[in-house]
Each structure stands twice: as C-alpha cells, then as structure tokens.
Nanobody
Framework: HVQLVESGGGSVQAGGSLTLSCAAS????????VAWFRQAPGKEREGVAT????????YYADSVKGRFTISRDSAKNTIYLQMSSLNAEDTAMYYC???????????????????WGQGTQVTVS
C-alpha cells in the first residue's frame, strides 16, 4: 500500500507562486506514475500534471501549461508541483495521486488512480 502526503498549500495573491510537495511512503517512481489533481467547489476533479517513470515524460493540462512544473526527487521519494502566475481559477484542493501505470499518452485519468493523498488547499486571491 502506498501512502501519499501533500504539503505546501496556502493562500497567495494573484500572480504569485507556490510549490506543493507530495511525499510517498516508498520508492515507487520506477513502477508508478504520480500526478497532481485539483478540485474546486462544485467542479469535477481534474488532472493537472502527470510525471511518468524516468524517460516517459510529463504531461500538463492546457490550463496550466507554461505556468506549472511537475518534478521528482527520487532520493527523497517526493514529487513537487511548482506553480507560478497563479490566478483565481487555480483556487482548489490539490491532490497527489499515484497509479501502477508506466505510461499513457497524456494526463492520468482519475479513474486510473490507485492511491490518493489527503489534499492540500490552494487559495488565490
């Protein structure tokens, strides 16, 4: 069983930056992809970014391309989501997720997630 713990959420002014972290309970990066999702009140959970095992690339939702960067530190079993040029539409609960998928052409679907973190709130005003 994989445990994922997010941190780094908070309140930020529009135009600002924030970095989220997701610590995994073990070294899963060779066998799992890891993704960030977000869910705003009254809206469906949407995929934001996915990072596949080394060499298999990263994918972003169109709404965050050029502003968000997903990365990993294998030595720390941690995934990051660097967010910049934040706007009010980025306000949401952000979730880290993992799946036993080494590659699909695009963002991981919520239906394919095997493990979810508890979420961390990001508020942009």
């Amino acid at each position: 069983h994989v445990q994922l713990v997010e941190s780094g959420g908070g309140s930020v002014q529009a135009g600002g930056s924030l970095t989220l972290s997701c610590a995994a309970s073990g070294n899963i990066f060779n066998t799992h992809c890891v993704a960030w999702f977000r869910q705003a009140p009254g809206k469906e959970r949407e995929g934001v970014a996915t990072i596949y095992p080394t060499g298999n690339g990263t994918y972003y939702a169109d709404s965050v391309k050029g502003r968000f960067t997903i990365s990993r530190d294998s030595a720390k079993n941690t995934i990051y989501l660097q967010m910049s040029s934040l706007n009010a539409e980025d306000t949401a609960m952000y979730y880290c997720a993992a799946a036993r998928v080494v590659w699909v052409p695009g963002i991981l679907r919520a239906a394919d997630v095997d493990y979810w973190g508890q979420g961390t709130q990001v508020t942009v005003s």
